[in-house]
């Protein structure tokens, strides 16, 4: 069962680095989600893409032990400093999704990844939209996450994961689904497009991935479990 939902408002962090991805809707539906899952002192959470570090701090709030993870040095930084402004204590580390942590395994991994789908090809590798645009179908890392979760989830662990409803809520439950987990999509709201995906509306069109008259993006949150 799926539910729509109200936008949820998104954390209120302190500093925010040029560069980095500001907390939004998408960050929002997903702390909310966060608080569902009965975190506390024993839970170990892995953040992937942690950005300005918004759901590792609410994490580390209520009691978990958290790991946080971006492959951008000024994410890291931010990350940091909110912990430090937050009274919380976030370990961060620099690298790219899971290969910043091998070997360890976690009782709970969010991430809100880059996810809009963009004309081009390659990822950037630097600038502001290496914080969204995620390739022509926007599951660049979404997949990537997908295929790691089954490696870093302990046993009965969860992975929590908000994402556009143009790249594909349903395709990554099959995708879960096929590494052995239990997933199923457990929110979605619907917001208006920002800036990114209004400019790119045209191209959103011909590609097939958006109604040209709607406005409105779904975002969705899904839920997968190890058994």
Excluded: K
Excluded at 17 to 37: F, M, S
Excluded at 44 to 56: E, P, Q, Y
Excluded at 157 to 186: D, K, M, P
């Amino acid at each position: 069962m799926t539910a729509e939902t109200l936008a949820p408002t998104p954390p209120v962090l302190p500093l925010i680095v040029p560069g980095v991805y500001a907390p939004q809707w998408d960050t929002g539906l997903l702390a909310r989600a966060l608080h569902r899952e009965g975190v506390g002192p024993s839970t170990d959470v892995l953040d992937l893409g942690t950005g300005s570090g918004a759901l590792a701090v609410q994490a580390a709030r209520l009691g978990a032990r958290v790991t946080a993870v971006d492959i951008s040095r000024r994410a890291v930084l931010t990350a940091r400093m909110n912990a430090l402004l937050a009274g919380r204590r976030v370990r961060v580390r620099r690298g790219d999704l899971t290969d910043a942590v091998p070997g360890s395994s976690y009782d709970l991994v969010i991430s809100n990844p880059p996810y809009v789908p963009s004309p081009s090809e390659s990822l950037p590798r630097r600038g502001r939209a290496r914080a969204w645009d995620a390739g022509p179908d926007g599951r660049a890392f979404v997949d990537r996450i997908c295929a790691a979760a089954p490696t870093v989830l302990r046993p009965g662990g969860v992975l929590l994961i908000v994402h556009s409803g143009l790249c594909g809520g349903r395709t990554t439950v099959q995708r879960l689904a096929a590494a052995g987990l239990r997933a199923s999509i457990t929110d979605r709201v619907r917001v208006p497009y920002g800036p990114v995906l209004r400019a790119r509306l045209p191209w959103l069109v011909r590609e097939g991935l958006a109604d040209g008259a709607d406005r409105r993006e779904e975002l969705v949150v899904i839920r997968a479990e190890r058994a």
